[in-house]
């Protein structure tokens, strides 16, 4: 492979929602030069690549960001960071407000008020909200984007981070790129445990199959601290398309009901995970299947939720069609998704201050990939971005550049030189893959045991994971594509041995279904007023358990060194 080396200020891996809101932010603040790296093309990249049809995170009239705060704090059972979660909901209307500005159409009402979903939820047409997105950082003069460049690992040096490298999948280029500051914006993990469909339908799922998790994997390697892993987030979807439910419990009022027309919703509670563990208890207890409740809605009704669909989940729109039953004549029926790890719906991720800086220096989170701070969707991941960029802006200006070692650009080249060598591998990387979904469903909490797990089983989980590991280093690729594919079932095995070791340390059922633990089946005192946060060190994973300060109080990494 050539081997090619770039230099700029600023690297951001991922070109998603929150890395092009922070290229976009730098641009606005400064003359900093830029480089996105983004696995796959920018236009249609990320969790919004097919679309969406509301933004789920907006401060509506009437209501604080303290309001935000408080919702999203009690659906994750007090396992958030206020200051993030403020830091955030401050900016939210701006955030959309720039949207709007390019392009986005936000539906609004004859006075010309935006259209509300609900408390927190706007309406949109936002099929093309990722091309807008792209399309705006495409006009920056001092930002480059990357397109088909897999990143595969930080560089560091004295301490803090000095870039990172990747492997062009299309041009067979071993990059190694030197920044003075990096933005990990590459999203959660998926796929770490086996889906719902089987076979060629493996990837229709809730979360892009294509986040592997790798933002995760090159922080843990880099000895950063993360948080909340154990806090999985499991999806309420409709049946076989995977498509979201909120558009139905929330657009059109659609009652959880059993197969005996009971509305068992309120049997369990209403946050997130208590949605999804109702269905799971219903199902297992013979009252299946379970359904959302449209029969009966008007025609009006119907031709809305047919429109919706077709911005972010066609495959629903088609099954309503090809069946000749419109969504008032026949209930949904809906089922929970694998678990997934994801700091916008749930507190995983780098555990960051409020400048979204993690405990490595130079290196920074937003979206998906930081932790703390649930319920961020897609306006709280620009947010983030728009955070972040501000932070590195004036951390770069305050500290020099850093240079990468060659010894280091010579140990990565030998690492995909053993990949690519001579030698046939006993196993496929598809079979490794398999093989690890199949070790996660059946002994760290999957859809095959209701999501539940013991000591014991993740005891299991862990040596079984640590075996594929070792066997993933005997893995052989022809070409680039195979390549990626090597790395990124590398990072899902490191993700899943966080995963078991969060899950290990939360010695309590916080919240169901998420982080259903056999051997402590109620809540603890003890774990309330915890984070569970870990850090990798010589070949091994440290928890540690961090206070939740009560009040709100603020975080900044010089507090807990």
């Excluded at 419109?326 to 991720?349: C, D, F, K, L, R």
């Excluded at 550049?401 to 060659?406: T, W």
């Amino acid at each position: 492979m050539e081997t090619r080396r770039l230099k700029t200020d600023i690297l951001i891996i991922g070109g998603g929602t929150a890395g092009c809101y922070a290229a976009l932010t730098i641009a606005e603040n400064s003359d900093a030069q830029v480089i996105i790296c983004e696995k796959a093309h920018i236009k249609r990249s990320g969790c919004l690549a097919a679309g969406v049809n509301a933004l789920n995170a907006y401060i509506t009239e009437g209501k604080t960001p303290q309001y935000y705060v408080d919702y999203a704090k009690r659906d994750a059972a007090g396992i958030v960071r206020d200051d993030l979660l403020l830091t955030m909901s401050e900016k939210l209307n701006d955030v959309t407000e720039r949207l709007e500005k390019l392009g986005l159409v936000i539906l609004k009402d004859e006075n010309g008020k935006y259209v509300t979903r609900g408390d927190r939820n706007l309406k949109i047409n936002g099929e093309n909200i990722k091309p807008l997105l792209a399309d705006a950082v495409g006009t920056l003069k001092n930002t480059t984007v990357l397109n088909r460049v897999n990143i595969t690992d930080l560089a560091l040096s004295d301490g803090r981070v000095a870039g990172a490298y990747g492997i062009g999948i299309e041009d067979d280029v071993f990059y190694a790129i030197e920044a003075s500051a990096v933005l990990i914006a590459t999203g959660g993990a998926a796929g770490l445990y086996k889906p719902n469909n089987p076979g060629f339908s493996r990837h229709k799922m809730w979360y892009p199959p294509f986040n592997t998790g790798a933002g995760f994997a090159m922080g843990i390697k880099a000895g950063a601290e993360m948080t909340t892993f154990e806090m999985r987030f499991i999806a309420l979807r409709c049946k076989d398309t995977i498509a979201p439910t909120g558009t139905l419990a929330q657009g059109v009022g659609a009652k959880q009901v059993n197969s005996l027309g009971e509305i068992y919703e309120t049997r369990y509670g209403l946050t997130t995970s208590e949605r999804v563990y109702g269905t799971v208890r219903e199902n297992a207890d013979g009252r299946g299947p379970c359904y959302l409740r449209t029969e009966g809605i008007t025609k009006e009704q119907d031709d809305s939720l047919l429109r919706a669909y077709l911005n972010m989940a066609p495959s629903q729109t088609l099954k309503w069609i090809e069946s000749g039953l419109s969504p008032s004549q026949q209930n949904v029926e809906i089922e929970g998704t694998e678990p997934y790890i994801v700091g916008g719906h749930t507190a995983s991720g780098f555990w960051v201050d409020t400048h979204r800086a993690t405990t490595v220096k130079g290196l920074y989170a937003a979206g998906d990939v930081a932790g703390g701070c649930p319920q961020k969707y897609v306006t709280g991941a620009l947010a983030e971005g728009e955070i972040a960029a501000l932070s590195m802006v004036g951390y770069i200006a305050e500290n020099g550049p850093s240079a990468i070692g060659e010894s280091d650009i010579d140990a990565h080249l030998a690492e995909i030189a053993r990949f690519t060598g001579e030698g046939g591998a006993v196993y496929s990387t598809e079979q490794l893959e398999e093989a690890m979904q199949t070790v996660m469903d059946s002994y760290a909490g999957g859809i095959k045991t209701g999501y539940r797990f013991n000591e014991k089983q993740l005891d299991i989980a862990e040596q079984k994971i640590s075996q594929l590991v070792t066997l993933s280093d005997t893995l052989r690729a022809s070409d680039t594509q195979e390549l990626m594919y090597i790395y990124e079932l590398r990072e899902r095995l490191t993700v899943c041995l966080s995963v078991i070791a969060h899950l290990r340390a939360r010695k309590e059922t916080r919240w169901h279904s998420f982080a259903e633990n056999l051997d402590y089946p109620d809540k603890s005192e003890l774990y309330g007023r915890k984070f569970v946060n870990s850090v990798y060190e010589d070949g091994r994973i440290r928890i540690i358990l961090r206070d939740i300060t009560e009040g709100g109080g603020v975080y900044e990494h010089s507090d807990k060194q």
